[in-house]
């Protein structure tokens, strides 16, 4: 058998990795010049499914705890296990008990466990909520990475304006194009997230950091070479224009509310992605006239990308297994 891959972002390479790993012929096309675009390209990398339990069903840490695994596996050291912490200023400390009450696997710490897991951090906080199972990835290196060993598997990428293959060369055509597919795809819709990059060599930081905030929980994810990420809003529209000013603005005053030399930090990149998502914000492998389509990732992408690749192969094995005809493209 062999499938046609619509979509090189963060599903798409993970279902293109799996595939492979069971022996089936892919092939990835993409109306980008460069893997992992799109909103793949400005997340967060956090493998955190004890944290996002917070805001989201159950399903998500169920499938999200074998995340950190799976991409250890396909690229190994590019996993950090250094656990999340969740902090709040003092004003919102109420906050913290909110989001202990809705999620687990965590420990309280005090001032002085703060400043042993991060001593840039010492004397600013009383107390925070530490994730210790918790890991993180840079979403940049992480998809290069997947498409650099699928080049060696010899995997085809048709990617910009080189011309395409014919579809109907192949058995199946997956559809992994994320925001593109909101206007096919029934039930999905899209939701904003932006985010900036800072850099300053006044900070060290050992794993990401969720400052909780009364519009949107703002996370600082250490990245190399003295920069950090920080994101990510989540506003109901398809808008990818420019970052707004309010949310540029939380974005430093979080940075700054956890660290003073955040104050002097450089701005060095903002970023805009708009994230397709059901009614539930949960994604969903489902049938389409062509084949199958991963759907709906909201701000779950790395989490959950490796569970709906695994579902996806899975289904793809089966009918190869019970030696069904494929959908063919028309």
């Given at each position: 058998m062999s499938v046609l891959i619509k979509g090189t972002g963060v599903a798409g390479l993970t279902l293109a990795t799996e595939l492979t790993r069971r022996g089936i012929k892919v092939a990835l096309v993409d109306t980008a010049s460069m893997v992992g675009q799109g909103a793949s390209h400005y997340a967060g990398g956090m493998l955190a499914p004890y944290c996002e339990r917070?805001?989201?069903?159950?399903?998500?840490?169920?499938?999200?705890?074998?995340?950190?695994?799976?991409?250890?596996?396909?690229?190994?050291?590019?996993?950090?296990?250094?656990?999340?912490?969740?902090?709040?200023?003092?004003?919102?400390a109420g906050d913290l008990n909110r989001f202990a009450?809705?999620?687990?696997?965590?420990?309280?710490?005090?001032?002085?466990?703060?400043?042993?897991?991060e001593p840039a951090l010492a004397g600013r906080f009383r107390r925070g909520l530490f994730f210790a199972q918790e890991a993180h990835l840079d979403p940049r290196q992480a998809l290069d990475g997947l498409w650099r060993t699928l080049l060696q598997?010899?995997?085809?990428?048709?990617?910009?304006?080189?011309?395409?293959?014919?579809?109907?060369?192949?058995?199946?055509?997956?559809?992994?194009?994320?925001?593109?597919?909101?206007?096919?795809?029934?039930?999905?819709?899209?939701?904003?997230?932006?985010?900036?990059?800072?850099?300053?060599?006044?900070?060290?930081?050992?794993?990401?950091?969720?400052?909780?905030?009364?519009?949107?929980?703002?996370?600082?994810?250490?990245?190399?070479?003295?920069?950090?990420?920080?994101?990510?809003?989540?506003?109901?529209?398809?808008?990818?224009?420019p970052i707004s000013a309010r949310s540029l603005m939380e974005f430093l005053n979080a940075a700054y509310t956890l660290h003073p030399a955040f104050g002097e930090a450089r701005l060095i990149e903002t970023g805009v992605g708009t994230r397709p998502a059901f009614a539930d914000n949960i994604p969903r492998v489902i049938e389409t006239a062509d084949g199958l389509a991963i759907a709906g990732m909201h701000r779950h992408g790395f989490l959950l990308s490796p569970a709906m690749a695994r579902q996806a192969a899975e289904r793809i094995e089966q009918t190869v297994a019970n030696h069904q005809k494929p959908r063919l493209v028309s």
């Open positions: 917070e805001a989201a069903d159950e399903i998500v840490l169920t499938l999200g705890r074998g995340a950190a695994d799976w991409w250890e596996a396909a690229l190994p050291g590019s996993v950090t296990r250094n656990g999340t912490l969740v902090l709040a200023p003092s004003r919102d009450s809705r999620t687990s696997g965590f420990e309280w710490v005090n001032e002085t466990q703060i400043a042993a897991l598997r010899g995997v085809c990428f048709y990617l910009g304006d080189v011309p395409k293959p014919d579809f109907s060369a192949f058995d199946l055509v997956v559809d992994c194009t994320g925001a593109a597919a909101i206007e096919q795809q029934p039930g999905l819709r899209g939701v904003r997230g932006e985010m900036i990059y800072l850099r300053t060599p006044e900070v060290a930081l050992s794993r990401p950091i969720r400052l909780l905030h009364p519009r949107h929980p703002i996370y600082i994810v250490p990245r190399a070479n003295h920069r950090f990420m920080v994101g990510a809003t989540m506003i109901e529209a398809e808008d990818d224009g």
